[in-house]
């Protein structure tokens, strides 16, 4: 989902792109007919070593993770191999190939139930599930090769992901879908009856929970200046990727009602667990950093994702 988007946009900026994926969670329809294609699986490593051999490869951009909480709770032996050991197989062939820039998909989640909001990068790292002990394995691992191996990385700590291409080409499409923008839209759509508001007393202005919803556009953004940022000589880092502002779960649904001219139906369920109160990012460092501004708000988040969903390709 959101590497399709990536692509999409690094090619429109004249980047050479290669696809590298297995295609077991993602859709061949998102592949950008511009970027080349490798049927590649990161658990086996003599396809990534196929892979570097075959292109010319500057920066890897590494998207490629299981991302279900309530899945990596029920296995994790599923999130430790395919997260832990594919991206072992990737970081280090690309040591091995020599490939020096890395901009790794990392989550807020990582920070767990934060102490202090917006989160800057500074809070603890506490990740509360395997997802995101995964993904700090990974940002471990980077550290470690970096200092020794000479590799750049820039991990992008994203919040809440979401929205779709304003020409409706490429969206969000998982099965099952867990996340609420989607799941706000297919009832919209007349797909689910209704949608369970996870919670509804939490100690935040309405009772629910409130998130920092990013656009996937601004998110690709943040992936080209990141990449800028390694090549122009930046030292490795860690940057939160939201746009600092936060909207709850009801004024997500209330938006979409208004966006969609539809009814939404809600019923109120017990809390999901794991879910802290409220995330929302400090983006300062972004900023500062690499120059990023994210120019979406929760509205073009549900426009666009709007769009897709009336005419989802996939
Ligand atoms: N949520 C909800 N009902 C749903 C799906 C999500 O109330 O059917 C809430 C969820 O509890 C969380 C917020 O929406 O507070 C965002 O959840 P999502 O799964 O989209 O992203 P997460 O914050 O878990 O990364």
């Not at 709770?73 to 020096?100: Q, T, W």
Request: some cysteine.
């Amino acid at each position: 989902y959101i590497g399709s988007n990536f692509a999409r946009r690094a090619l429109a900026e004249g980047v050479d792109v290669v696809v590298f994926d297995n295609l077991s969670r993602g859709h061949r329809e998102a592949i950008p007919e511009k970027a080349a294609f490798f049927e590649g699986d990161l658990l086996d490593k003599e396809s990534i070593g196929r892979c570097f051999a075959e292109y010319e490869i500057d920066a890897v951009v590494h998207f490629a993770a299981f991302a279900y909480v309530g899945e990596s709770v029920e296995n994790p032996a599923l999130y430790y191999e395919n997260n832990v050991v594919g991206s072992f197989n990737l970081i280090d062939a690309a040591r091995r190939a020599d490939i020096r820039r890395f901009v790794f998909s990392s989550t807020c989640s990582i920070y767990g139930n934060p102490e202090r909001v917006p989160i800057s990068e500074d809070e603890p790292d506490k990740p509360i599930n395997p997802y995101a002990q995964t993904k700090l394995a990974i940002e471990h691992m980077l550290r470690d090769y970096s200092a020794a191996y000479g590799m750049r990385y820039a991990a992008l700590r994203y919040f809440n992901a979401a929205g779709a291409a304003f020409d409706g080409e490429t969206g969000e499409s998982h099965d099952p879908e867990p996340h609420l923008v989607p799941i706000t839209l297919n009832t919209a759509m007349g797909k689910r009856d209704k949608i369970f508001i996870f919670g509804d007393d939490y100690p935040t202005p309405d009772g629910t929970c409130v998130r920092d919803f990013i656009h996937v556009d601004d998110l690709a953004d943040a992936h080209l200046l990141a990449l800028k940022y390694l090549e122009d000589g930046g030292e490795s880092t860690v940057i939160n990727l939201g746009t600092g502002d936060g909207n709850s779960v009801k004024e997500i649904i209330q938006r979409a009602e208004k966006i969609t001219g539809k009814k939404i139906p809600t019923e109120t369920a017990p809390r999901r667990e794991g879910d802290p109160a409220r995330l929302v990012a400090d983006n300062a460092k972004a900023k500062k950093l690499l120059g990023w501004k994210p120019k979406h708000d929760a509205d073009a988040v549900l426009e666009s994702a709007w769009r897709w969903h009336q005419n989802q390709r996939y």
